[in-house]
């Protein structure tokens, strides 16, 4: 089935561990995003990638970081995580061009305690 | 700074009736998208109308866009219990830090009580 499937679905951390969140596509769009959502706040873009072996900052990059090393993955990873980090991550795509939407992730939804 | 919001924040109405959201945004657009979330779940997108249209159609959802105002809304006409989720516009902005990326307002939640 054609989609983005993020790991894992939820996990509770430690302040201060590292983790990677997983994400990979199969529709071999050449953009991709990571977003986090809160309440209150909406989704917030923390990095993307117009293509592999690139990537940028989005509106709030601190405490993350992003790979891009191929088209279908997009790891985002915390280095050492934080509880302001505790929200419900999503890793989005897309086909670059003016027309074409998101396709969503299921979350990742991660609780720094 | 959001870059749409959207009006109202919370919407509840009977199955059956129409359910009308509002979208506002500050700089020019490209083209502006609605998705929708059931709780606990990714945004599925639903439509996307570009800055040189005014009205779109898909199934039961209108679309249209005025930008003059910065506005847009979404009209969901009949609806039913399985239409209640959250519902956002994103723009993608003509000039973006972050290239041809979309901002998202924080949302209406829709409610369709039977």
């Known amino acids: 089935i054609a989609g983005i499937t993020q790991a894992p679905t939820s996990q509770i951390l430690a302040a201060g561990r590292r983790m990677t969140l997983r994400c990979t596509q199969d529709?071999?769009?050449?953009?991709m995003y990571w977003y986090r959502q809160d309440l209150g706040l909406g989704l917030r873009l923390i990095h993307y990638s117009n293509t592999a072996g690139t990537t940028g900052k989005g509106e709030v990059p601190d405490g993350y970081s992003v790979s891009r090393a191929n088209t279908d993955d997009f790891p985002l990873t915390l280095a050492s995580a934080v509880p302001s980090q505790t929200s419900v991550y999503f890793c989005?795509?897309?086909?670059?061009?003016?027309?074409?939407?998101?396709?969503f992730g299921s979350g990742t939804r991660l609780t720094v305690v | 700074s959001q870059q749409g919001e959207e009006d109202p924040q919370a919407l509840s109405i009977q199955e059956g009736e129409n359910a009308t959201m509002n979208c506002s945004y500050k700089t020019s657009i490209n083209n502006l998208q609605w998705y929708r979330q059931n709780s606990g779940r990714g945004l599925v997108h639903l439509i996307l109308i570009r800055s040189n249209e005014r009205e779109k159609h898909s199934g039961r959802l209108r679309v249209t866009l005025d930008t003059s105002k910065k506005s847009s809304s979404l009209l969901i006409t009949a609806s039913r219990a399985a239409d209640t989720a959250s519902y956002f516009c994103a723009t993608a902005r003509l000039r973006d830090n972050y290239g041809q990326n979309f901002v998202f307002g924080p949302g209406t939640r829709l409610s369709v009580l039977p």
């Open positions: 529709m071999r769009h050449n953009a």
């Open positions: 989005a795509s897309r086909q670059t061009g003016s027309g074409y939407g998101y396709t």
